[in-house]
């Protein structure tokens, strides 16, 4: 396991791990869910409890923790997608509305989860600001707000740069939206306790078993390197490895967002910026800023840019300019902390369809689900598709199977190389747009 502690500081600081066997020989299960992140774990602890003594068998290529869920900024959050105006725009009024009501669900699906099962994930429930630190950035946020407060979402309000400076003290900060409804947790800590609750519900788990091969016929045989599995449902919780998978190659592409965290801040460090209640805070550019603290006091940065994937690569982790544009943002934001040391620099995929917007579904039939493209708003969103991929699999019929981005219709991404140079050409208008709106920064910035 300790091969794996650089892909993340949560994996680093998590300490020593066990984890489970892989599979052996041949196992018979009722359902095998390939991919044991977040949303994986959340379907088998569902699937478990919704159906006592069903065999559900969690299939992970590494171990719990090694992916997505386990390099994130730990935000559990109500954003879909990437904003409200472009879901509007996209999708319609009615459709950002239901999309929001199911974002908040999961927010709280998250806390009471946490809550039921004392889940050891350094959770807290703080809120959320979402920072503008330009003019333009400031008219960005409040029209997406004017969008969810006109359509009748109440919650969230605009806050001026003296109120939000009271909460966390950044010179560039203009204004913001404040959200109480967001909770921070410590990733690698809670997708291990997911674990600990989806075996403890009836689900096998076996880490170190990477599905190489997968044959439907009357049941599905999935083969591993030490053996197989033979299912008569299959869960796909695959998110932005989805691209390997067969019948899933064009639904979404993977990016790499990246991150780097400070040693410990001294309290007079922490005093100078203020933060005294802990918000998870972003800005408002196209390829955000996303920080936060650590139980410890370390801050974590991630975003600015994103480095973009070839084919099957997905080893995209290192980016030593974003590495060195973050380490320079903080101090930009902070310039308190010029001089602080950075201790953990890392990567982690996000799973973006072309429409910047989520989606589950069946592929084939009913015998196999899937679920994929979190935008990087996933921590909460994959909780509760655990509980929507339940219902599916079980066939019950129930709002969270019902909402519009179940078996909808996507935009397939090209094949290379289109791919690539499409990715490169959104990516570029978005950087673009960004440095448009912030040519004129704060005074003297």
């Given at each position: 396991m300790q091969e794996f502690s650089e892909k993340s500081y949560w994996l680093a600081a998590y300490g020593p791990y066990a984890p489970n066997a892989p599979v052996e020989g041949n196992l018979q299960v009722d359902v095998a869910i390939i991919g044991g992140g977040f949303t994986g774990l959340s379907t088998a602890y569902n699937l478990c409890k919704l159906s006592p003594g069903m065999k559900v068998a969690v299939l992970e290529a590494e171990w719990i923790g090694y992916g997505a869920s386990g390099r994130n900024g730990g935000f559990s959050m109500t954003?879909?997608?990437?904003?409200?105006?472009?879901?509007?725009?996209?999708?319609?009024?009615?459709?950002?509305?239901?999309?929001?009501?199911?974002?908040?669900?999961?927010?709280?699906?998250?806390?009471?989860?946490?809550?039921?099962?004392?889940?050891?994930?350094?959770?807290?429930?703080?809120?959320?600001?979402?920072?503008?630190?330009?003019?333009g950035y400031m008219k960005r946020i409040q029209h997406d707000l004017e969008i969810l407060t006109s359509?009748?979402?109440?919650?969230?309000?605009?806050?001026?740069?003296?109120?939000?400076?009271?909460?966390?003290?950044?010179?560039?900060?203009?204004?913001g939206w404040w959200e109480p409804r967001c909770g921070l947790l410590d990733p690698v800590k809670h997708v291990r306790e997911l674990k600990r609750i989806a075996q403890q519900?009836?689900?096998?788990?076996?880490?170190?078993?990477?599905?190489?091969?997968?044959?439907?016929?009357?049941?599905?045989?999935?083969?591993?390197?030490?053996?197989?599995?033979?299912?008569?449902?299959?869960?796909?919780?695959?998110?932005a490895y989805s691209h390997l998978i067969p019948g899933l190659i064009s639904k979404q592409a993977p990016v790499f967002t990246h991150m780097v965290i400070t040693e410990p801040l001294s309290p007079e460090q922490l005093g100078s910026i203020g933060w005294k209640n802990r918000q998870g805070v972003e800005d408002a550019r196209n390829l955000v800023h996303y920080f936060r603290l650590t139980i410890d006091n370390r801050l974590v940065m991630g975003g600015s840019d994103v480095s973009i994937t070839y084919g099957r690569d997905m080893e995209r982790d290192i980016a030593p300019r974003v590495f060195d544009d973050l380490e320079?943002?903080?101090?930009?934001?902070?310039?308190?902390?010029?001089?602080?040391?950075?201790?953990?620099?890392?990567?982690?995929?996000?799973?973006?369809?072309?429409?910047?917007?989520?989606?589950?579904?069946?592929?084939?039939?009913?015998?196999?689900?899937y679920s994929l493209g979190c935008v990087g708003h996933g921590v909460s969103m994959t909780h509760l598709n655990g509980c929507t991929l339940a219902d599916m699999i079980l066939e019950r019929q129930t709002d969270l199977t019902e909402v519009w981005f179940v078996n909808r219709r996507m935009i397939p991404w090209p094949p290379e190389p289109l791919r690539w140079a499409v990715s490169h050409?959104?990516?570029?208008?978005?950087?673009?747009?960004?440095?448009?709106?912030?040519?004129?920064?704060?005074?003297?910035?």
């Amino acid at each position: 396991m300790q091969e794996f502690s650089e892909k993340s500081y949560w994996l680093a600081a998590y300490g020593p791990y066990a984890p489970n066997a892989p599979v052996e020989g041949n196992l018979q299960v009722d359902v095998a869910i390939i991919g044991g992140g977040f949303t994986g774990l959340s379907t088998a602890y569902n699937l478990c409890k919704l159906s006592p003594g069903m065999k559900v068998a969690v299939l992970e290529a590494e171990w719990i923790g090694y992916g997505a869920s386990g390099r994130n900024g730990g935000f559990s959050m109500t954003l879909f997608g990437l904003e409200p105006a472009v879901t509007k725009l996209l999708f319609g009024q009615q459709r950002t509305v239901e999309a929001h009501r199911y974002m908040e669900r999961a927010v709280d699906y998250v806390d009471a989860l946490v809550r039921e099962h004392q889940m050891q994930s350094d959770y807290w429930f703080p809120g959320f600001l979402r920072a503008a630190t330009t003019p333009g950035y400031m008219k960005r946020i409040q029209h997406d707000l004017e969008i969810l407060t006109s359509m009748g979402i109440s919650g969230i309000e605009w806050i001026d740069a003296e109120s939000i400076r009271a909460e966390v003290d950044s010179p560039l900060f203009l204004g913001g939206w404040w959200e109480p409804r967001c909770g921070l947790l410590d990733p690698v800590k809670h997708v291990r306790e997911l674990k600990r609750i989806a075996q403890q519900a009836g689900a096998q788990i076996y880490e170190g078993s990477p599905v190489e091969e997968i044959q439907r016929q009357e049941r599905f045989t999935l083969k591993t390197p030490s053996g197989q599995v033979k299912a008569d449902k299959i869960v796909l919780a695959t998110n932005a490895y989805s691209h390997l998978i067969p019948g899933l190659i064009s639904k979404q592409a993977p990016v790499f967002t990246h991150m780097v965290i400070t040693e410990p801040l001294s309290p007079e460090q922490l005093g100078s910026i203020g933060w005294k209640n802990r918000q998870g805070v972003e800005d408002a550019r196209n390829l955000v800023h996303y920080f936060r603290l650590t139980i410890d006091n370390r801050l974590v940065m991630g975003g600015s840019d994103v480095s973009i994937t070839y084919g099957r690569d997905m080893e995209r982790d290192i980016a030593p300019r974003v590495f060195d544009d973050l380490e320079r943002d903080v101090v930009r934001l902070f310039p308190a902390l010029k001089g602080i040391g950075f201790t953990h620099h890392w990567g982690g995929p996000v799973s973006v369809p072309v429409d910047m917007a989520p989606a589950i579904g069946y592929l084939g039939d009913k015998r196999a689900v899937y679920s994929l493209g979190c935008v990087g708003h996933g921590v909460s969103m994959t909780h509760l598709n655990g509980c929507t991929l339940a219902d599916m699999i079980l066939e019950r019929q129930t709002d969270l199977t019902e909402v519009w981005f179940v078996n909808r219709r996507m935009i397939p991404w090209p094949p290379e190389p289109l791919r690539w140079a499409v990715s490169h050409l959104i990516r570029g208008y978005l950087r673009t747009e960004d440095a448009i709106y912030e040519r004129k920064m704060a005074p003297g910035k």
